[in-house]
Structure formats: structure tokens, C-alpha cells
């Protein structure tokens, strides 16, 4: 009995250590260590896995090397949303370290195809990029950066000399700051010193959003191509710097899962990134397989995860001459947890990471020439394969809007990208591309695949599954004019000088000194940027509900629906002040104002019209926190708060019973929130007193749900199919599935949701399969599908006669304004956003 109860004591208590681990537990053995570089217990405190890292706490471990070694240097690439440094640990031999920008040029020439021939890739080292937790609650990564700078850096003995002489490392311990620190504080501060594995335990339950996302709510692990976030921004710069051979991406996957290494699955593969990508992350696989098998860990390869979307950590190497490897490790989200295989430890999490650390590490120096003369090939190939394309060129052009053409053309120039202005007026596919204001991608060029990836639309698919979504034409979410030019005769000579830095979007006041009022059209992006500035001083503004043409000698010009107007008495600054505002806003936002002479307009209605309505400022709520959806409330945040400097109040679900409404003129649901009764009615009476109720995505089915709107979904009917193999379950299923694809709407100009654009049709992006009848008010369905409406990306062919003719935006009674899908998507789709802000700004108007 006595015997049972010791043994009973040390099972538990062997659970408890496991969580608390010596640093012999991860590093190799026969390693001896210099004694004067600090081993992470003497910095933190606490032995590595014991406690989750903040931030603040890793990134000064990092400075720290570099300060003690001369085997490292610190570079800082970016500061996140919440001031924290970005940067990663460049690691070599100290003689390299002291040659490193030498080093560093000599690399670049091999992306280069007019210089790479010359390069001798067996005297040059191979570059490689470790990236850790991009998700910042996926903290088994970032924990394990610490533990790799250390051993590269204090580690002793041939082994390592000879792979600091051959490679330049570079660590970049936290790819998320600022999730990683929200997770830390999470999982730190509801920790027991006794682990409790229970995973009903509060420890594992994350509060909203959780730390995987940035500060404004997006996976970061999408916007290295978008590029709209400082931290994709710096990181997307560093790579284009370095440009490593191996990119690696660590995260953590489901806790009931083992651990995931590419190559994924293969038939969705990217079909721009060249087979011999696929093959050389095999060939690294078996440095995996040989490290993890040393620990006895499960791993499984080939049969999740794809690198088909290009704009995640583990594809944007792949389409550039690098190797991206995704690594996903079943994730503790905690210190130790229960799962169906037995008790999962942080340090076991830890210690895989590790170990892919060095098995990537000793597969880019045993594979070293191979991997710089791959990179070598992927950049010349680029220059024949451009050539036997049939489309040369793409032309693009937004003459309406300066602003989202210099966006769009920063993206590429950040992408390395060339750009040049067009030498001549040309006309293709019905469009007039002037010159001055059109501009030109030319194919041939060493980025031809990437370039190929963002404007070419694509229907046709070899599997109809997707990790995430199937296209990502980048004109289109811009909603730009764009054509591509095949023929020789139409593109030579057409590129004018290369554009090197985005277009300024200078914004002007043309008037007289004493103007009757002021107009600015609502097409520029930043107009409601202009017009909510204006507002905060107190301005009385109005929008024009019709067009019309002035002519006082001076300004001769076509106004169209949507502007705004801004008599200058009534208001209570004087006019001189009045001008000065108004050409300071010019300024600021980039637009065009005008100051007319007089009321009377040569044709259609006159400014003193009542057809131009007075405008109430936009007071701006939105339903956030557990039940809201964090994605689709995070764009939103991030839209009004950094475009538009438009404050949100987010406020809870638990609060709407008590809250004063009477604050607010919009609100905005999203997700399912849940209210309760008394909340609802004090939505209600504020909705009848003439609040705005905006439904976001799935907030719509909470709309009708809760009685707000009246609205019909049409359901999917399953694929038809009468039998099923079970085996085949799941791939049945995502047929039927849209994961995110581009279609086309056609817009009723004259609505006021429709404000501020200047063609009928719009390119939407739609990543569910949800459809919505149009309201029976017919001039209430301002956007909607129109009756071919796949643009690009998978959709099956059920789907798109499901979709056809649906709504995409209506308006309900009782100021309730729907949108059933994405207007915001990952902050890129700027020629969507308009449409949700003409329901903030002119959903008022609505009658
Ligand atoms: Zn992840």
C-alpha cells in the first residue's frame, strides 16, 4: 500500500516537474557553453518555459547578446501598433559579423540576373531568416528564440564555428509584439504555481480577442502581402534586404494535434512558385524528421496546410527564391494541459521548436549551394519566362482618386516592384488611359511571378480546397481601372520614366478670397476625412443628393451626387477663418476644394437646393468584446480610428441595457452578440428616435433574429449528391464552400450608399457562402450581385447562380442599413470602403 501511494506521489509529482525543466532539458549534449554570455535563467529570472516571456522581457534578452558577442548585431526593422520594437538577431561568425554589410551586398547580386553570373556561391555563406509567433498566442514559438540565440551565440566547439562561418542567422524572436505581450500578461496572470492541466481551467480560456492578432485585431500572417500594418511593412523591407535562403515560420496549431512540418499539401501549391520549391523544403523535411525523431516526437507532413495564398510567412519566401517553412506545433496555451495523447507541456512545445531551429539550421549549411544557386536560377528564370507570357504589361489608372492609386502603387514599390509612368494616351478594353495619370507594370522584370500573382485573375483550379482565400487581385480591391497589354506594338515605347516613390495626393483650395461657399466631391478616398473634420469644429456641412454643373467664370466644373457643400455664413467662425480651415483640410487630406462666387448652378439643382441636405456629425458605436466578431470589428476600428480619425466607441454587449444611446447616431453590430432584453429594447427605442443600425456580416442574421430587419437568406441546398464515401466528407463539403473570392456588383449611383463612385460596377470580396434576397423596396437595393458576378477565385457553379441578382448591401426600414458581406477586407479593399462609410456618414440622409 505504501509503495502503491510513493509511487502515486512521484507520477504527480513528475507532472509537476515536467513543466519545470533545467536548460539540459532542450540543448544538444557535448556542447560546452561560454560562461560569460548570460543563459537565459540568469536574465529572465526563470528557466526558460516556466513562465511565458512578455515581450518587453525577450527583446531585451536580444539587445543583450548583441551587446556581449561578437557574433551578433541587433537591426530593428518596425515599430507595432503599440510602440514595440520589431527587429531580428543577425548571427555569424564574428569575422563575418565585422564584414556583414559586404556580405550582405554580395548576396543581393544573386537576385539580380545582370549581375548573378558572375557570383561564386561556394565562398559565400547561406542567409537564413528564423521567424517566431506571428500569432502572438502561439508562445511556444517566441519562448524558443531565446533558447536558439542563445546556443548560437554561447555555444563552443567545431560544429558551430563551422556553421557560423557558412551561415548569416537572422532571429526574429517576436513577429507580434503586441499579441505576444497580451497573451504573455493572459497566461502569466491566471497561472498556479501547482499547473493545473484541467482544460475547463480559466488559464486556457483567452479573453476576446485573444493575442493572436495585432493591436487592431488582424492576423499578421495575411498581410505580407497587403501590407497595411507596420509590422508586415518593416518585415516585408528586412526581407527584401536580406533576402534568406530559408524563411521559417513557427506556430502552434490545435492542442489535440502533433506537430506539422512542410511541405504541405501538394496539389495546392501555389502554381507560380516552381516545383523545385516543393522539393528542397522535402529535402529539409529530412533534417525535421532526423531532429524530432532524437526526441521521439509525433509530426505529420503532406497532408494539411497549403502555400496556394502567397501572403503568409511561410508562401511569401516561396514566390520570391526562398524556402518558406511552415512549422505548427500543438499548442499548450498555457503550462501544461490534458490532451488525448497525455499531459502537454510548454517545455515539450518549446523544445520542438527548438529542435526544427536546428535542424533548419543544419539544412541550410549542408544544402548551402544548392539553396544560393536555386535563388540564383529563380531570378533568371523570371526574365524567360516573362518573355513567353502572353500578357507584357498591365496598365493601370484612377484619375477620380489620387489617393488609392498612390496607395496601390506604394504596395508594389514595397514589393520591389517596377513602376513607370506612360508616355502616351492609349485606349484598351474601353477605357482611356491618359497619360500623366496612367501607369505601367511591365512584366519582364526579376518580381514577373509575384507581379503575375497580384493583377492576374484566376478561375481555373486543380483542387477546391483552400487554407485561406483563392484570390487576391490587387487592382480589383482597389477598384481600378486595369487592362493587360499583349501586344508588342501596344507596349513599346508606352513605359515613361520609372515612379520611385508613391504619387503625393497634395490636396489644393482653388477660390476667391470671399466665397459664397465650398465644394469638395465625395470621390477622393479621404474625403470623408476632409467632411469629419470640418464637423468636429462645429461646421454646418450639406450633401448634394443630385449633380450639377457650375460655371462662375472661374470654376467651371461637374459636381456629382455626394458632394459637399459648406456654405460660408451661418457658420459661427468668421469667413476668413472659414478659408483657412478649409485649405488647411485640402491640405490634410489630400483633396480638391472649391470656393464659388455664387448659388446659382448653369445646370441642375442650386446650392441652396433642398435637394443638399444639412449633415449631422457621425457619432460612431460598435458592439465589441465576446459574441462581436474580432476580425470584422478590428477592420472597422482600424478604418474609422486611422483613415478617417473617426473616434468608435466599443462597448460591450453587458453594457447596452444601461448605456445612454442618445450619444450615438450609428451602431454597429457584427458577429452575435449577446444582449440582453433590456439591451434590445434600449436599441430599439434609440433606433425609432432615429439612431442608424448597421449590420455587419453575420451581425445580420442577429439583426432579423433579435426583429431589427426583415431579410431573407437563401439557404444552401447541400451539393446534391445522394451517396456519400465517408472518407471524401470533408472535400464534399468545401466545394460548396467560397474562401474568399472576388465578384462583381453593380451600383444604383444615385443612392446615397453609392456616394463618391464614378462606375456602376464594383469588384466586391466575398469569403462566405451566404446570399441574401433583395429587399422588396426596390430603390433599396443599392449594391447588388449582378448576373455573371465571379470575377476571380473558386466559387462552384451552384454557388454563383445562387449568388446572382442577390443583395450585397440593402436598406431596411427604420434606418437599418445591411451588409452581408465584407466591405473592409484585411484593411486592402479600399474601393469597397466607401460603400460602409457612406452608411456612417449618409445613412442620415435615407428617406
Ligand atoms: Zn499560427
Excluded at 60 to 67: N, P, R, T, V
Aim: hydrophobic letters at 35%.
Amino acid at each position: 500500500m505504501k509503495k502503491i501511494l510513493i509511487l502515486i506521489l512521484l507520477i504527480s509529482f513528475s507532472t509537476l516537474v515536467k513543466s519545470q525543466v533545467t536548460l539540459d532539458y532542450y540543448l544538444p549534449e557535448n556542447i560546452t557553453y561560454n560562461s560569460s554570455i548570460p543563459p537565459p535563467k540568469q536574465f529572465f529570472g526563470h528557466e526558460i518555459g516556466e513562465w511565458h516571456l512578455s515581450h518587453d522581457k525577450l527583446y531585451s534578452y536580444m539587445l543583450e547578446l548583441a551587446e556581449v558577442s561578437e557574433r551578433a548585431v541587433w537591426e530593428e526593422y518596425a515599430k507595432s501598433y503599440e510602440g514595440r520594437p520589431l527587429g531580428q538577431l543577425i548571427i555569424s561568425s564574428p569575422e563575418n559579423i565585422k564584414n556583414i554589410e559586404q556580405l550582405r551586398q554580395e548576396h543581393l547580386i544573386l537576385c539580380d540576373p545582370s549581375r548573378s553570373g558572375k557570383s561564386d556561391v561556394d565562398k559565400m555563406p547561406v542567409f537564413i531568416k528564423l521567424g517566431y509567433g506571428i500569432h502572438g498566442n502561439e508562445s511556444s514559438a517566441q519562448n524558443a528564440s531565446a533558447l536558439v540565440a542563445y546556443y548560437l551565440i554561447a555555444g563552443e566547439g567545431k560544429e558551430i564555428d563551422e556553421l557560423l562561418k557558412n551561415s548569416v542567422i537572422l532571429i526574429d524572436p517576436s513577429l507580434n509584439p503586441d499579441g505576444m505581450q497580451r497573451h504573455s500578461t493572459w497566461v502569466n496572470f491566471t497561472k498556479s504555481l501547482n499547473n493545473n492541466p484541467d482544460p475547463a481551467s480559466w488559464e486556457f480560456s483567452e479573453t476576446w480577442p485573444g493575442g493572436r492578432t495585432n493591436h487592431y485585431w488582424f492576423d499578421l500572417n495575411r498581410d505580407y502581402l497587403m501590407l497595411q500594418h507596420p509590422e508586415s511593412k518593416g518585415r516585408v523591407a528586412a526581407f527584401h534586404k536580406w533576402k534568406p535562403n530559408i524563411n521559417t515560420d513557427h506556430h502552434e496549431t490545435g492542442a489535440n494535434e502533433t506537430f506539422f512540418f512542410q511541405p504541405g499539401i501538394k496539389s495546392r501549391n501555389n502554381p507560380l512558385t516552381p516545383q523545385e520549391n516543393y522539393e528542397l523544403t522535402a529535402e529539409i523535411g529530412k533534417y525535421h524528421e532526423k531532429y524530432l525523431n532524437s526526441v521521439g516526437s509525433l509530426y505529420f507532413t503532406e497532408e494539411s496546410f497549403d502555400d496556394f495564398y502567397i501572403g503568409k510567412g511561410s508562401s511569401y519566401p516561396d514566390i520570391h527564391g526562398s524556402i518558406g517553412i511552415l512549422f505548427e506545433q500543438a499548442g499548450v496555451k498555457g503550462h501544461l494541459r490534458e490532451t488525448p495523447g497525455g499531459l502537454l507541456s510548454f517545455p515539450f512545445a518549446i523544445r520542438n521548436q527548438f529542435k526544427v531551429s536546428l535542424s533548419t539550421l543544419e539544412a541550410g549549411l549542408n544544402m548551402k549551394d544548392k539553396l544560393l544557386e536555386s535563388q540564383r536560377n529563380f531570378y533568371k528564370e523570371a526574365i524567360t519566362l516573362a518573355d513567353k507570357n502572353h500578357v507584357r504589361a498591365y496598365l493601370f489608372s484612377e484619375p477620380s482618386d489620387n489617393a488609392r492609386v498612390s496607395e496601390f502603387i506604394s504596395i508594389l514599390l514595397q514589393h520591389r516592384i517596377k513602376v513607370f509612368g506612360t508616355t502616351r494616351d492609349i485606349t484598351k478594353d474601353g477605357v482611356l488611359y491618359k497619360t500623366g495619370s496612367s501607369y505601367i507594370v511591365p512584366l519582364k522584370q526579376t518580381e514577373y511571378r509575384f507581379i503575375r500573382s497580384l493583377f492576374e485573375p484566376v478561375k481555373e483550379f486543380t483542387d477546391s480546397a483552400f487554407y485561406d482565400v483563392s484570390t487576391w487581385v490587387l487592382p480589383m480591391s482597389f477598384n481600378l481601372n486595369y487592362s493587360g497589354l499583349t501586344l508588342t506594338k501596344e507596349t513599346d515605347g508606352l513605359a515613361g520614366s520609372e515612379i520611385i516613390s508613391p504619387p503625393s495626393i497634395a490636396g489644393e483650395l482653388v477660390s476667391p478670397e470671399d466665397p459664397y461657399a465650398f465644394l469638395f466631391e465625395w470621390s477622393e478616398y479621404y474625403s470623408p476625412k476632409a467632411l469629419f473634420l470640418l464637423q468636429k469644429t462645429g461646421l454646418q456641412t450639406r450633401v448634394s443628393m443630385e449633380s450639377f454643373v457650375y460655371d462662375d467664370g472661374v470654376v467651371k466644373k461637374s459636381f456629382s451626387a455626394g458632394t459637399i457643400v459648406i456654405p460660408a455664413t451661418g457658420q459661427t467662425i468668421s469667413g476668413k477663418e472659414l478659408r483657412s480651415l478649409m485649405e488647411k483640410t485640402a491640405k490634410e487630406c489630400g483633396i480638391t476644394v472649391y470656393g464659388v462666387r455664387t448659388g446659382l448652378t448653369t445646370e441642375g439643382i442650386d446650392l441652396g437646393s433642398n435637394r443638399i441636405i444639412a449633415l449631422t456629425k457621425p457619432s460612431v458605436a460598435m458592439v465589441t468584446g465576446e459574441g462581436a466578431n474580432s476580425p470584422d470589428a478590428g477592420e472597422i476600428w482600424h478604418l474609422l480610428d486611422t483613415r478617417f480619425n473617426v473616434p468608435v466607441t466599443m462597448i460591450t454587449a453587458q453594457r447596452l441595457s444601461a448605456a445612454d444611446l442618445r450619444r450615438y447616431n450609428v451602431l454597429i453590430i457584427t458577429g452575435s452578440p449577446d444582449i440582453s432584453p433590456v439591451g434590445l429594447d434600449n436599441i430599439r427605442a434609440w433606433n425609432r428616435s432615429g439612431g442608424i443600425l448597421i449590420g455587419y456580416e453575420t451581425g445580420n442574421r442577429w439583426l432579423l433574429r433579435n426583429k431589427f430587419a426583415d431579410m431573407e437568406f437563401i439557404e444552401e441546398t447541400g451539393d446534391g449528391k445522394e451517396d456519400g464515401v465517408y472518407m471524401y466528407r470533408a472535400a464534399d463539403r468545401q466545394v460548396q464552400q467560397i474562401p474568399g473570392s472576388i465578384f462583381e456588383t453593380h451600383l444604383d449611383l444615385t443612392h446615397p450608399l453609392c456616394f463618391g463612385y464614378t462606375r456602376d460596377i464594383l469588384p466586391v470580396f466575398k469569403s462566405t457562402s451566404t446570399a441574401v434576397k433583395k429587399v422588396t423596396d426596390i430603390y433599396s437595393n443599392p449594391v447588388q450581385y449582378t448576373e455573371d458576378p465571379l470575377l476571380s477565385g473558386y466559387c462552384s457553379v451552384k454557388n454563383i447562380s445562387r449568388i446572382k441578382g442577390t443583395s450585397f448591401a440593402s436598406v431596411h426600414e427604420n434606418r437599418v442599413i445591411s451588409f452581408y458581406d465584407n466591405t473592409n477586407f484585411r484593411a486592402v479593399w479600399y474601393g469597397t470602403n466607401k460603400v460602409f462609410l457612406n452608411a456612417i456618414f449618409f445613412g442620415q440622409v435615407l428617406r
